[in-house]
C-alpha cells in the first residue's frame, strides 16, 4: 500500500525546470492551506468598504436609506485614520461625512480593542452641522467568522451616546461581508456591505 501511494504521488509530480526549486515545488500543503484563513492577532484596519445603510430617526415621518463609502489607513505603533461619506434619502436627504484617527491594541490571538475620536458633520437640505464623535470597541475572531461590539458617542447640536453589535464573514483573507446595527440617540442604523482588506 505504501508504494502504492508512492507511485501515485510521483505520477502526479512534475520536476521543476530549475532543479533548485524542489524545496519550493514540495512545500507543505498545510502552509499553503494556511493562506486562506483571515489573519489571526492582528486584524486588518486599511480597507475600503462599500454599504448599504437604513436609518430610522424618532420624528421623522419615513426612515431613510442609501449608501455609504469608508476608508481606513493603518499607521505604524497601532494607529489608524479613518474616513467615511455617505447619503441618506426619505422624507429629507441628508449627507454625512467622518474623519478620525484611532489606535488598537490586540489582548490575545483573536481579540482586539480599539478607539477613534472623529470630526463629523451632517447636510440636512443644506443646512450643516459639524462636531465631533468617539468609538471603542472590541473585536473577536471565531474562525472565519469576526463578531465585533462598540460604544458610541455624537457631539453635533446635541450630545447623544449609544452602542452597536455586528459581524463579519471572511470569504478569504481579503475580501469579508459585515452586518451591523447601531443605536445613537433617536437614531437606529443597520449596514449592509463589502470591505476589502489590505
Do not use: C
Not at 143 to 156: G, M, S, Y
Request: charged content about 20%.
Amino acid at each position: 500500500m505504501t508504494a502504492l501511494i508512492a507511485l501515485l504521488a510521483l505520477s502526479t509530480y512534475a520536476p521543476p525546470a530549475n532543479p533548485f526549486e524542489m524545496t519550493r515545488a514540495i512545500e507543505p500543503a498545510p502552509v499553503l492551506a494556511a493562506a486562506d484563513e483571515p489573519k489571526r492577532g492582528a486584524f486588518s484596519y486599511s480597507y475600503i468598504e462599500a454599504n448599504y445603510k437604513w436609518t430610522d430617526i424618532d420624528g421623522f415621518g419615513d426612515s431613510l436609506d442609501g449608501w455609504e463609502a469608508r476608508v481606513s489607513f493603518e499607521l505604524p505603533l497601532n494607529i489608524f485614520l479613518q474616513a467615511s461619506y455617505g447619503q441618506l434619502s426619505g422624507d429629507v436627504d441628508i449627507d454625512e461625512w467622518r474623519f478620525g484617527a484611532g489606535w488598537h491594541i490586540a489582548l490575545g490571538d483573536t481579540f482586539d480593542l480599539y478607539g477613534i475620536l472623529s470630526a463629523t458633520g451632517t447636510d440636512i437640505e443644506n443646512e450643516n452641522d459639524d462636531g465631533l464623535a468617539a468609538e471603542v470597541g472590541g473585536r473577536v475572531m471565531l474562525q472565519k467568522i469576526e463578531l465585533n461590539a462598540r460604544v458610541l458617542w455624537v457631539d453635533i447640536d446635541d450630545s447623544d451616546s449609544g452602542a452597536g453589535v455586528g459581524g463579519r464573514f471572511y470569504f478569504n483573507p481579503k475580501v469579508s461581508f459585515g452586518l451591523n446595527a447601531d443605536v445613537t440617540g433617536d437614531a437606529t442604523t443597520y449596514t449592509a456591505g463589502l470591505r476589502f482588506q489590505f
